[in-house]
């Protein structure tokens, strides 16, 4: 599951988040508190404070829904497996993967990409429904006793989600009408329209107000595109969820879903079919400061490894495994991760790749979620804390600011928090960045947070290449912004501390950790 909120309109009608985006604040996210007073990642200042001193390229494997590596404002920041001869139809490296020569993807097969999957409940669920649906479930053994205990809590979990999209898609309808009604009556929808219209009973009065505060975010020319986007990704989700998923991708990818130690399967390309993801997250780390184009990204001598995992759905636990392993044993020294989900079944095979990486001094860097939930309460995967309860000191969890000036709107209302859980909060609101066909659009998420800390620990790696994975979080940790201003704890009402909902008490600062690195 793809940590964004763009282009999901339940997401607007639930929480009524804000915008602030304006041409003024297109880059904020690369401002420093010390000069222009909002909580951007001061990439910019510090790379001035670096001028003098010599870098050194550091690769950093994005784990995402693919990239469009063609793109002007990436084509020359993207990895190149140098031991590999493009388009040969050979594995010259003898790595198991046939021309990888800008990455991998695990969710292709020879002809086919998965788009769309089910969620990871679905499948559990699916797979023990099958398993018990002709048992006697009076009479188990020990084993099977305990497969009915997870079973029976899968299928409570399970009704109650589809019931909560079912619910979404209700809401969506609604909302379609209600525009289909608004332009029956003033001849078009806009925001002049809608104000001006008159809601025949309560329920439409009800969808007026909430228009209302829905057109202050998104251009009435745009809602019906981001309705239909929402309505589609809903329905495919729900049609997803009747079934297990594993008979798609075997005849897709090719491979055997339950077989977790299986590795070379999939194909080489990068983009897929939904790259909109993984291309605003590489934007943002690394797009060029050298082609006038765009934007900038936040590090400036990186390099992109793709590695294509997670679809529009679930990510599966063996290519998240994978992908990790494949970007550690191609030189990655960073490995973004703005991806998650609530359930998994083989979460020992990512705790391995986790240690794998460790063993190896690489840095993993991931979306806390965006479900305005404490992740001190409830666990999203993969996660630092391992099977054996050791915590990976080589892992960074990111929560999501905006560039407002005020307390209550500091943290995105979306963002998951947990004071012994998230390490700090980067910039994550309308953040601007690269997408497919040579575009740039804003998106919001823990997503975005992810990478702008990947581009400054990025920053560090090149600087002060010396430090190992463990040091460069311990120095953005040390080195945080804070602030005595209450903010709002997501999801509430409630005032607190920044230092109350995440392990720092604040906000990632490049200017701040290299400050503090060229003084000590």
């Known amino acids: 599951m793809k940590f964004t909120n763009k282009g999901l309109i339940i997401f607007f009608i639930s929480l009524m988040s804000y915008s602030y985006a304006q041409k003024e604040k297109l880059n904020w996210y690369l401002n420093a508190y010390s000069e222009n ?59 198991g993967y046939v021309d990888d020569v800008h990455g991998w993807s695990f969710l292709g097969g020879e002809k086919e990409d998965i788009n769309y999957e089910s969620n990871e409940l679905s499948r559990m669920y699916h797979r023990l429904n099958d398993y018990f649906l002709n048992k006697d479930t009076i009479n188990l053994n020990k084993e099977d006793e305990d497969k009915y205990r997870e079973y029976k809590i899968l299928k409570r979990d399970f009704l109650k989600e589809t019931k909560k999209v079912e619910m979404q898609m209700v809401q969506i309808n609604a909302i379609s009408e209600y525009i289909d009604r608004v332009k029956k009556s003033e001849g078009a929808f806009t925001k002049k329209a809608n104000k001006k219209y008159e809601a025949p009973d309560k329920k439409d009065a009800s969808i007026k107000r909430k228009m209302k505060l829905i057109l202050l975010m998104i251009k009435a020319s745009e809602l019906e595109d981001q309705l239909n986007q929402a309505s589609k990704q809903l329905n495919n989700s729900h049609e997803l969820n009747k079934t297990s998923t594993d008979s798609i991708r075997r005849s897709i990818v090719g491979d055997n879903p339950e077989s977790i130690n299986e590795k070379h399967y999939g194909c080489n390309r990068y983009k897929g079919p939904g790259a909109m993801h993984g291309t605003h997250v590489s934007g943002i780390i690394a797009a060029s400061k050298l082609n006038s184009l765009g934007i900038e990204g936040v590090a400036d001598n990186v390099k992109i490894m793709v590695l294509r995992a997670v679809p ?60 305005a939930k404490n992740k001190d309460k409830e666990t999203s995967y993969p996660t630092r804390i391992l099977n054996d309860e050791s915590v990976a000191k080589n892992w960074i969890e990111v929560g999501a600011s905006s560039c407002s000036k005020r307390g209550k709107k500091l943290i995105a209302s979306f963002s998951n928090y947990g004071l012994k859980t998230v390490d700090f909060f980067a910039p994550g609101v309308d953040i601007y960045s690269t997408v497919p066909d040579n575009k740039y659009e804003d998106a919001s998420g823990t997503s975005m947070a992810c990478p702008a800390t990947a581009g400054v620990a990025a920053i560090i790696r090149s600087y002060f290449s010396e430090l190992s994975a463990s040091e460069v979080r311990n120095v953005l940790m040390k080195t945080v912004e804070t602030t005595r201003k209450k903010i709002r704890v997501p999801g509430t009402k409630k005032k607190v501390r920044v230092n109350e909902i995440c392990i720092s008490g604040g906000f990632l600062s490049a200017e701040n950790a290299v400050k503090y690195l060229l003084e000590n």
Do not use: C
């Open 312 to 371: 529009n759905g679930d990510e599966r636990d063996k290519d998240i495994a994978n992908s990790i392993v494949y970007a550690v044993d191609n030189g990655a020294k960073i490995i973004n991760m703005s991806f998650g989900k609530y359930y998994t079944p083989h979460k020992e095979i990512v705790d391995n790749a986790i240690r794998y990486a460790a063993s190896k001094d690489v840095l993993l860097i991931h979306a806390a979620g965006n479900e």
């Open 37 to 95: 007073k909002v909580y951007g990642t001061s990439s910019t200042k510090a790379l001035e404070l670096l001028k003098n001193r010599k870098s050194k390229e550091v690769i950093v494997a994005v784990i995402d829904s693919g990239v469009e590596t063609e793109h002007e404002d990436l084509r020359d920041v993207i990895w190149v497996n140098e031991d590999e001869i493009p388009d040969n139809g050979k594995d010259d490296d003898q790595n």
